[in-house]
């Protein structure tokens, strides 16, 4: 069952463009993480959020975690071909809980 | 340094028949984690080790899934009489230390198909 959904679930865009991906739950998280997972290899993670309207950058990408904790947003500014990838997120129900709960993930794709 | 290893990176099994996937986590490297990953989705959580103890298996599918990590190092996930809705990549994530949020490092997966 996953708890997390994410939108859009396909997204192919120019280079240089913006983006902005979804990430929704009815349940609260004590943490959400993104992670990117490229065909063959496993995710590997991008950031991590704690708190409640917490915003962080990491170079072209801007992750924001909701208010209350339950939904995030990830948005990647002048998308670059090396972005392409499918990005997931995931959250952990209750800080030092031994499993993550992963979306259903989005596959974005920049043309050149 | 070596991130967490896994193998065969692929294996094709006839239905039935059972199947052992095994994970070499980073050394020093405390907690264990499978998932399993459907074709276009999420990885789902399978079971967690601390150490060599079997904390949660909770997301094993039934009872035809088995895993262990008898000395706290490598682990094996096996399958017995395998059916076609088993075909999946499975996932073996290791984190250093369990009690906080804390980093898993994935490996590159088994890519399990049943004929």
């Known amino acids: 069952t996953q708890l997390l959904e994410q939108s859009p679930q396909f997204l192919s865009i120019q280079e240089g463009e913006n983006l902005t991906v979804y990430c929704n739950s009815s349940s609260v998280f004590s943490s959400l993480q993104w992670y990117r997972q490229e065909p063959g290899e496993g995710p590997v993670l991008l950031v991590t959020v704690v708190t409640g309207g917490e915003v962080k950058k990491l170079k072209r990408l801007t992750f924001q975690f909701g208010d209350a904790r339950k939904d995030s947003s990830l948005h990647i500014t002048a998308a670059q071909p090396g972005d392409t990838g499918l990005y997931l997120c995931a959250g952990e129900e209750q800080t030092g809980a031994n499993n993550l709960f992963f979306g259903t993930g989005t596959r974005l794709t920049v043309i050149p | 340094g070596a991130g967490v290893s896994q193998s065969p990176r692929y294996k094709v099994a006839k239905r039935g028949q059972d199947v052992a996937l095994r994970c070499d986590p980073i050394?020093?490297?405390?907690?264990l984690f499978w998932y399993q990953q459907a074709l276009g989705q999420g990885p789902e959580f399978l079971t967690y080790f601390q150490n060599e103890a079997q904390l949660d298996k909770s997301g094993l599918p039934s009872d035809r899934f088995f895993a262990e990590r008898p000395e706290g190092s490598v682990s094996t996930l096996k399958i017995q009489r395998t059916q076609q809705e088993d075909s999946a990549v499975y996932l073996c994530a290791s984190s250093l230390r369990q009690g906080e949020t804390d980093t898993q490092y994935f490996g590159p997966g088994t890519r399990l198909t049943v004929l």
């Open positions: 050394s020093g490297h405390v907690s």
